[in-house]
């Protein structure tokens, strides 16, 4: 497999990747502890929050890693902006990575398993961020996303990436300055709507690798190790069901059982419903029956 080299560049950036948004917590437990944390940034972190979330959970993921529904063209690049705007990687290399998790899931060739040669806290560590120096976006693209590549629209959008991740920085700091009318708003909405959100975010997301294939329940007979995290249900929008995913992988809907809250698996309903998604995938309850464990 054609590996692009791993380079100081990128391990830089994964540097500010994981430290900027810790350094934007810091800034807001000090503007909490002073109690100069207003409504309006709250607002702002929940806003950008439930706006790019969904990028990620059903459009990197559901939508253009396992194809879990059809849909129009633009709304495949409107999801892919806003995961872009969550600074997890580009999208390409981000779905070339999680395929090849999946193609190898636990196993030798999982960029992130917490089951490793090493001690659980540093097979978790690796699993959780660390993974991200060795392996992230080292997936060969040509051969895991070889459709996103050909895409000239998918192509622009990969390259936009760190644009797209200042803008995801911007647009807090620019309606925190209208709101509030004053440079002061702006930059506590780039503390909470940008670096706080990022930082809850990718620890959310972090957690379903690390945490999700670590301690929980399982159900199903799969090869790996994945569990369900229901705690993390509601933040990460339904994908801490991740074994019930790893379970079926094309499946539009990660909560199987009606109890199991799914915010991105009823976003798809809602966009069927709309007429913005179609092929929906779904999993007969006898095809999940005859996978339950004994
Ligand atoms: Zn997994
Ligand atoms: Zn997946």
């Given at each position: 497999?054609?590996?692009?080299?791993?380079?100081?560049?990128?391990?830089?950036?994964?540097?500010?990747?994981?430290?900027?948004?810790?350094?934007?917590?810091?800034?807001?437990?000090?503007?909490?502890?002073?109690?100069?944390?207003?409504?309006?940034?709250?607002?702002?972190?929940?806003?950008?929050?439930?706006?790019?979330?969904?990028?990620?959970?059903?459009?990197?993921?559901?939508?253009?890693?396992?194809?879990?529904?059809?849909?129009?063209?633009?709304?495949?690049?409107?999801?892919?902006?806003?995961?872009?705007?969550?600074?997890?990687?580009?999208?390409?290399?981000?779905?070339?990575?999680?395929?090849?998790?999946?193609?190898?899931?636990?196993?030798?060739?999982?960029?992130?398993?917490?089951?490793?040669?090493?001690?659980?806290?540093?097979?978790?560590?690796?699993?959780?961020?660390?993974?991200?120096?060795?392996?992230?976006?080292?997936?060969?693209?040509?051969?895991?996303?070889?459709?996103?590549?050909?895409?000239?629209?998918?192509?622009?959008?990969?390259?936009?990436?760190?644009?797209?991740?200042?803008?995801?920085l911007a647009i807090p700091f620019g309606?925190?300055?209208?709101?509030?009318?004053?440079?002061?708003?702006?930059?506590?909405?780039?503390?909470?709507?940008?670096?706080?959100?990022?930082?809850?975010?990718?620890?959310?997301?972090?957690?379903?690798?690390?945490?999700?294939?670590?301690?929980?329940?399982?159900?199903?007979?799969?090869a790996d190790r994945s569990t369900n995290?229901?705690?993390?249900?509601?933040?990460?929008?339904?994908?801490?069901?991740?074994?019930?995913?790893?379970?079926?992988?094309?499946?539009?809907?990660?909560?199987?059982?009606?109890?199991?809250?799914?915010?991105?698996?009823?976003?798809?309903?809602?966009?069927?419903?709309?007429?913005?998604?179609?092929?929906?995938?779904?999993?007969?309850?006898?095809?999940?029956?005859?996978?339950?464990?004994?």
């Amino acid at each position: 497999m054609a590996r692009p080299p791993l380079t100081a560049g990128k391990v830089a950036a994964h540097l500010v990747v994981l430290t900027v948004p810790l350094a934007g917590v810091g800034l807001a437990a000090g503007l909490l502890w002073n109690r100069a944390v207003s409504a309006t940034d709250l607002v702002l972190l929940a806003a950008m929050y439930v706006l790019v979330a969904p990028g990620i959970t059903v459009g990197f993921h559901r939508l253009l890693a396992h194809r879990a529904f059809g849909t129009y063209r633009a709304v495949e690049y409107g999801l892919a902006v806003l995961g872009s705007m969550a600074m997890q990687g580009s999208v390409i290399d981000w779905v070339a990575d999680h395929r090849v998790h999946h193609g190898h899931a636990d196993g030798p060739g999982d960029p992130h398993s917490p089951h490793g040669p090493h001690s659980a806290l540093r097979s978790l560590w690796h699993a959780h961020a660390g993974w991200l120096f060795r392996h992230q976006g080292r997936a060969d693209a040509r051969r895991h996303a070889p459709e996103l590549l050909e895409d000239p629209g998918m192509r622009l959008i990969d390259g936009a990436f760190v644009p797209l991740t200042l803008l995801s920085l911007a647009i807090p700091f620019g309606a925190g300055w209208a709101l509030s009318g004053t440079l002061r708003g702006g930059l506590t909405g780039l503390v909470w709507g940008g670096l706080v959100r990022l930082f809850l975010f990718h620890h959310v997301i972090f957690s379903v690798n690390s945490l999700g294939h670590f301690a929980g329940r399982r159900r199903f007979r799969t090869a790996d190790r994945s569990t369900n995290l229901a705690w993390l249900a509601l933040p990460s929008l339904g994908e801490s069901w991740h074994h019930n995913h790893h379970a079926f992988p094309r499946s539009a809907v990660h909560g199987l059982r009606w109890y199991e809250l799914d915010v991105s698996g009823l976003l798809i309903r809602l966009l069927e419903r709309v007429g913005l998604a179609w092929n929906v995938v779904r999993i007969a309850p006898e095809r999940q029956a005859r996978k339950l464990a004994a």
